[in-house]
């Protein structure tokens, strides 16, 4: 009888485990995901909010989502642009921009990270094919993308440009990737020190490392490509595979000391118009770095710029200092191509799908050696603007309001008048709602694609 009591209880125990997606942790956030932030479980488990309207607030708006409490799976209705800032204040959160019809989401505004217990550090956090594109603005909060002292975030295909600070803040942070992305033509103009501060990334201070960026696209910066100083003992930076356009000074560290070592691997480097000179690489006498396959078109391969004695061109500059090692630190996997392979991929498969006017124009620029360093876009676009050429889709029909399409659930087994079955665990070990929008994800890469 104890015996059989025993079993019994081991089953229902295994049951309710795997009836807990958040309990499945060890898958990581989507396929494809990569790198550090892979860990990131977001939403997963939690409820579905479902954005219907374009309001900057109030109920059905995005902001609504993001400020609500647990975890949620935030999934929109609706296409177009949604004018105003934006504020994650809960952890455990996935945005998948995937999900709205076709031409997707814009957002003129910011997209930070606020807790509402202003001394939490916000976790698990997926964000997923969004264009943010803030408006001119001034002081020194214009970052597009910001989300100090969090960990364990996934950002994916998604498509920013505008920043008068730096494109993307994530100091203070940890187990982060960036894959996938856009980061395009910071703006110069308004930064609070009322010089140019047209940026692409900061990651920095205590609690920072394990960060990981891949297959990105950086175009039309004048420095911090990246600012990346991992002040973590132990936990090591990756950069790879990431192309650098039109740019004066790529990775350095502004100051701060790093603390572990940072990898650079396969990433390729092309020069444009505003700087005559460039500098790939601005190391610390503090840091430690492997290098491996980085690439400069038009000089070749960057080598290990420890040999001081090699004579470069007078447009190509080095800062020297630091240690440099014949082994990689020990990172998150992430599939890595060659320099030269990876040109074309991110070319082809960066951003958020499908592109809109300033991504096109931006890839063109690369492809053509043109480009600049300013905002290239009315200081007021109106939505035609924002939206011009853009495929446009009807929003498919969803009869149980769970967020998956009645095509999509009929197809896959499920009922589409039961407004609980996106919780169901799949065959994958994701739940319903989430292989839906990992499905979309993929819908979207394939449909839109080709440049």
């Not at 572990?260 to 190391?283: C, D, H, M, Q």
Request: charged share 20%; hydrophobic share 35%; proline share 6%.
């Amino acid at each position: 009888m104890f015996i059989i009591f025993s079993i019994r209880f081991l089953l229902l125990i295994t049951l309710i485990i795997l009836c807990n997606p958040a309990a499945n942790a060890s898958l990581i956030s989507f396929p494809g995901a990569e790198g550090f932030g892979a860990i990131s479980i977001g939403g997963r488990g939690g409820r579905i909010i479902r954005v219907s309207n374009l309001n900057p607030d109030g109920p059905g708006s995005f902001q609504a989502a993001c400020e609500a409490s647990g975890p949620r799976i935030v999934i929109f209705e609706v296409s177009g642009v949604i004018r105003g800032n934006i504020s994650i204040r809960d952890s455990n959160i996935t945005i998948a921009g995937q999900t709205a019809p076709s031409p997707g989401i814009t957002l003129e505004g910011r997209l930070f990270s606020w807790p509402k217990n202003d001394l939490d550090r916000l976790h698990d956090i997926i964000i997923r094919f969004l264009r943010i594109r803030p408006a001119p603005s001034t002081g020194h909060n214009g970052d597009a993308l910001q989300l100090p002292n969090t960990e364990r975030v996934m950002l994916d295909h998604l498509s920013l440009s505008w920043a008068n600070d730096e494109v993307i803040d994530i100091i203070y942070s940890s187990e982060v990737t960036l894959q996938w992305s856009t980061i395009e033509e910071s703006d110069p103009r308004g930064h609070g020190k009322g010089v140019p501060h047209n940026y692409a990334v900061l990651s920095a201070y205590p609690g920072s490392g394990n960060i990981t960026f891949h297959h990105n696209l950086f175009a039309n910066h004048s420095r911090r490509i990246p600012s990346l100083t991992p002040e973590t003992p132990g936990k090591y930076d990756d950069f790879r595979n990431n192309l650098i356009y039109n740019f004066r000074e790529g990775l350095g560290h502004d100051g701060h000391k790093p603390v572990a070592g940072i990898n650079l691997i396969g990433n390729y480097y092309k020069r444009g118009s505003e700087s005559w000179t460039v500098t790939p690489f601005s190391f610390s006498e503090d840091g430690h770095y492997y290098l491996h396959d980085n690439y400069l078109e038009g000089y070749g391969s960057l080598g290990q710029p420890e040999h001081k004695y090699k004579i470069w061109p007078l447009w190509l500059k080095f800062r020297r200092n630091g240690a440099f090692h014949n082994k990689p630190f020990p990172v998150a996997k992430v599939n890595t191509e060659t320099a030269k392979n990876s040109y074309h991929s991110i070319l082809k498969l960066a951003g958020a799908f499908p592109r809109d006017r300033v991504t096109k124009r931006t890839i063109n620029e690369i492809e053509t050696g043109k480009g600049s360093w300013r905002r290239n876009a009315p200081d007021n676009p109106d939505d035609a603007w924002y939206l011009k050429d853009l495929p446009v889709e009807k929003l498919a029909i969803d009869s149980d309001k769970d967020g998956i399409p009645d095509i999509w659930e009929t197809s896959n087994h499920l009922d589409k008048n039961d407004p609980n079955d996106y919780g169901r665990i799949m065959k994958s070990g994701y739940t319903a709602i989430e292989e839906y929008i990992n499905d979309r994800a993929l819908e979207l890469i394939n449909k839109y694609s080709n440049y």
